[in-house]
């Protein structure tokens, strides 16, 4: 039977020994992927902690679970289908990544144990890279030394000549004609044509060059992390050669200062996958690999679909007569009058 330990064990294998084996390595404060992230906001910081977070080593595990970010949707649903053990890509912080309770009183509750690979599983494989269609020839992780800022520089695959290749590629390999089908129903059943939904709403798009613009040498950033205009200034000016800007994970939008130094430098500037991705492109190898390591435990994929609805259009009559009337009756009473 295997346990928790094996797979701290199996994330230490794929990291190549990126992961902690004990609090006492996290609390010496040396070990280069326990980063505390933070924005300076008093009490809102978290620190990442690559490996187990919460969970008796020992527990047995017969069934885990692969997610991007862990939530009390997560944990339900792991509770519900007899998951041992959440793996998160993002940090896992007590509260918020468990409906605002601890996390020790929610795992313990359905006995799940918890673990987290965040920084420590970035750079490790070219998929990303690959997915938006180029090589990488050269890649920092922490460019302009903030920790976290990634940038490739990469080569066009043979057969990617043009910015509509890499937007055709992104839609095939993303199987995004089954994210359209499916909100196409969704808007049907539920009677409601303009509901939008993140994999849909979110696909790539160009913001400097045509559909038949050339490609040949990119420069692969992803905004999030911090590179900055700066940053593209020198990546270009250290690698001439660039002649496209390929900003994925997360994107700029238009009148972004990234997208005014691309246009400055004469590049082509796309926008390629966004985060709500990222369980494809990162979390479905890390399941794979978890697989072949773990002999016997059964692997699932736990994947986010976040849709957007007019408020009076939500649920059916019934739900939309609860809302209305708990909030002219409890929340729109003598509060409401306060506010006049
Ligand atoms: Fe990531
Ligand atoms: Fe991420």
New binding site residues.
């Given amino acids: 039977m295997k346990t928790v330990k094996n797979i701290v064990k199996a994330l230490s294998t794929i990291t190549g020994g990126r992961t902690v084996s004990s609090m006492d390595e996290v609390r010496s404060g040396d070990h280069p992927f326990v980063i505390l992230k933070s924005s300076g906001i008093y009490g809102k910081e978290v620190l990442e902690i690559p490996g187990l977070i919460y969970g008796a080593p020992d527990k047995p595990v017969k069934k885990i679970a692969v997610c991007m970010t862990m939530t009390e949707l997560v944990i339900e649903l792991a509770g519900a289908t007899d998951v041992d053990a959440i793996i998160a890509?993002?940090p896992i912080a007590d509260a918020a990544s468990c409906g605002g309770v601890t996390l020790k009183n929610y795992l313990d509750l359905y006995n799940i144990a918890g673990l987290e690979c965040?920084e420590a599983?970035?750079g490790l494989h070219p998929g990303i890279a690959f997915l938006h269609g180029h090589k990488i020839t050269a890649s920092n992780i922490s460019y302009g030394g903030i920790h976290g800022n990634i940038m490739f520089i990469g080569k066009a695959l043979s057969d990617v000549h043009t910015l509509g290749d890499i937007l055709d590629r992104l839609d095939s390999f993303m199987a995004l004609d089954q994210d359209r089908q499916l909100l196409e129903q969704e808007q049907r059943i539920r009677g409601v044509p303009s509901i939008q939904e993140t994999s849909v709403e979110t696909k790539g798009f160009i913001h400097l060059g045509e559909s038949s613009s050339k490609v040949n040498n990119v420069i692969h950033i992803f905004p999030h992390t911090g590179f900055s205009p700066d940053n593209l200034k020198t990546a270009v000016h250290e690698n001439p050669e660039i002649d496209t800007v390929i900003a994925s994970?997360s994107r700029v939008y238009s009148g972004h200062e990234l997208i005014e130094t691309a246009k400055d430098l004469g590049l082509n500037f796309i926008v390629g996958n966004c985060h709500v991705m990222?369980i494809l492109e990162?979390g479905l190898p890390l399941a794979y690999a978890l697989e072949e390591l773990l002999e016997e435990v059964e692997v699932v994929l736990f994947r986010d679909r976040v849709t957007s609805t007019p408020v009076q259009e939500v649920g059916n009559k019934t739900m939309q007569g609860y809302a209305r009337n708990i909030a002219e009756a409890h929340l729109l009473g003598k509060n409401a009058t306060n506010i006049a």
């Fill in positions: 890509h993002h965040h599983f970035h994970i990222e990162n």
